[in-house]
Nanobody, 126 residues
Framework: QVRFVESGGGSVQAGGSLRLSCAASGYSYRTHCMAWFRQGPGKEREGVASIYTPGGLTFYADSVKGRFTISRDNAKNTVDLAMNSLKPEDTAMYYC???????????????????WGQGTQVTVSS
């Protein structure tokens, strides 16, 4: 059974940092795209960052480039999202997700993903 569990969310002030982690179990596709999405209050779910396995190629939303970094640990089967210089508009529920195949242009489309975690809340106060 595939299971993704997110952790690391919390409340911080603007300018602060958080590191999210997604632990995957029961998931063993050789080539896959793993991503972090977020959904703020009254907003649509949006792709934040993705990383392709193998190769490690990364993709970012323009709104987080230079502030967020996605990384993976293949031995631990985890994907992390380091978030710096956080802004109030980063407040959202953050989800990790995955699909089998190359990230490419599909990575921003939430309906391309077969597997999702339950989410972890990030709140940034001004």
């Amino acid at each position: 059974q595939v299971r993704f569990v997110e952790s690391g969310g919390g409340s911080v002030q603007a300018g602060g940092s958080l590191r999210l982690s997604c632990a995957a179990s029961g998931y063993s596709y050789r080539t896959h795209c793993m991503a972090w999405f977020r959904q703020g209050p009254g907003k649509e779910r949006e792709g934040v960052a993705s990383i392709y396995t193998p190769g490690g190629l990364t993709f970012y939303a323009d709104s987080v480039k230079g502030r967020f970094t996605i990384s993976r640990d293949n031995a631990k089967n985890t994907v992390d999202l380091a978030m710096n210089s956080l802004k109030p508009e980063d407040t959202a529920m953050y989800y990790c997700a995955a699909f089998s195949g190359y990230c490419g242009r599909r990575w921003t489309y939430w309906d391309a993903y077969n597997y999702w975690g339950q989410g972890t809340q990030v709140t940034v106060s001004s």
